[in-house]
């Protein structure tokens, strides 16, 4: 288990069939049986009508029958919990290793799935549907509070599906990725004849040429892929592509975070977790509208007379470890963009020795590519999707 941690970013172990995006049945891989035999009998039947939707055929193409237990046990295991507060600590207690342990049985050899998102989409509208029908009814809740939270649910969506419309992937073509010196001599001649047009002293020209120099070295070529991919990118064994500034692969969106899509990866983080702890207080103020917001939590009397508040209570407490987990999750992140490293390259300096801890061991800083707080946050906030060959980037130098 130690050594699955420390694994690095870009093994050389061979990919099942169904990690690869462009293998057309890798959802009926046979690492997955269940799954395997359900869509194949769905596509073994004939369709009733010769047009059909291209979206029930990716939903069909995508569709995991091993969930549906999941979702069906986790509503009734609320429900047991909010019996009595013994079963309430005892279930919630052991909820993130039972998810874990069904995940781990039932995906065991599927690296790609669509489980923890699936999952965490139902709880997300599980916890509002109840919102609805049990406190709304109450009276506590004013209008503007009710859309305040149903603002802070749909743009949680809208955030989330801005994350899922891809990382970044690096596309430099099979050509360029086989000769990369004989682009790199281009460059250097376009690059001189351009410098001594222009350039009136020889100090100009050796400059230009150290920068020309350190942005071709920093190119690497990858292993996997076998294209050459630009600083920053790296290779995600779970997509299986090359990522521009690849921080990690998240297993609850079910997709890279890069460059291209981790502002919005943040924005659902903070907004989420916002949304949370502010439904979470309203729940709690309903409920025990005389006790302290920081203690009803904790401590909240005849809570359980009724099976209505005492599910609520109960489903505050569930929403409190899950904002928990996502709230250390979002601080992680906003303390490696200001020390401007990623989540791979905290793990590799973890891994190689070269990194050193800060702030409690909650950021690795590995002083490569950090200038500072406050250039930290606008090479962020500004950055763009990098080009995919070191010619375009020699090129727009000049």
Not at 119 to 141: A, C
């Amino acid at each position: 288990m130690k050594w699955e941690k420390l694994k690095p970013p870009e093994p050389d172990d061979p990919m099942c069939c169904c990690e690869c995006d462009i293998y057309q049945y890798g959802c009926c891989c046979d690492c997955e049986d269940l799954d395997e035999a359900f869509n194949r009998w769905l596509r073994d039947k004939p369709p009733k009508s010769g047009c059909q939707s291209a979206v029930l055929g990716a939903m069909i193409d995508n569709l995991e029958i091993s969930m549906i237990p999941a979702l069906v046990l986790l509503p009734l295991l609320l429900r047991v919990a909010a019996l009595h507060y013994l079963l309430g600590i005892i279930i919630l207690t052991a909820l993130p290793g039972l998810v874990l342990w069904y995940y781990y049985a039932t995906h065991r050899k599927r690296r790609r799935t669509l489980f923890f998102l699936t999952l965490s989409l139902y709880s997300l509208f599980y916890m509002y549907y109840l919102f609805i029908t049990e406190i709304l009814p109450r009276g506590n809740v004013s209008q503007l509070q009710l859309c305040t939270v149903t603002t802070g649910m749909i743009l949680t969506v809208v955030f989330l599906i801005l994350t899922k419309r891809g990382p970044g992937f690096v596309t430099t073509s099979p050509q360029e990725a086989h000769s990369p010196s004989q682009e790199a001599n281009k460059d250097t001649r376009h690059l001189n004849g351009s410098t001594q047009s222009a350039a009136s002293s020889s100090g100009t020209l050796e400059g230009l040429q150290t920068t020309k120099e350190a942005l071709t070295a920093k190119w690497s070529r990858c292993p996997m892929c076998e294209i050459m991919r630009p600083p920053r990118a790296g290779h995600c064994r779970t997509c299986g592509s090359c990522v521009q500034r690849l921080d990690h692969h998240c297993i609850w969106i079910n997709s890279c975070v890069g460059q291209a899509n981790h502002r919005c990866f943040l924005l659902t983080l903070s907004v989420f977790v916002l949304t949370s702890l502010y439904g979470i207080s309203l729940v709690l103020h309903s409920l025990c509208p005389r006790q302290y917001l920081m203690t009803a939590l904790l401590y909240c009397p005849a809570v359980y007379s009724q099976s209505s508040t005492a599910l609520c209570f109960t489903c505050a407490w569930y929403s409190s470890i899950i904002t928990g987990g996502l709230l250390y999750l979002l601080v992680a992140q906003v303390l490696n963009i200001s020390f401007n490293v990623t989540e791979r390259e905290s793990q590799l300096a973890v891994r190689n020795k070269t990194g050193q801890s800060r702030l409690w061991g909650l950021v690795i800083d590995t002083g490569e590519y950090s200038r500072g707080f406050c250039q930290n946050w606008v090479e962020f906030l500004t950055m763009a999707d990098a080009s995919v060959s070191p010619r375009s980037s020699l090129t727009d130098l000049v």
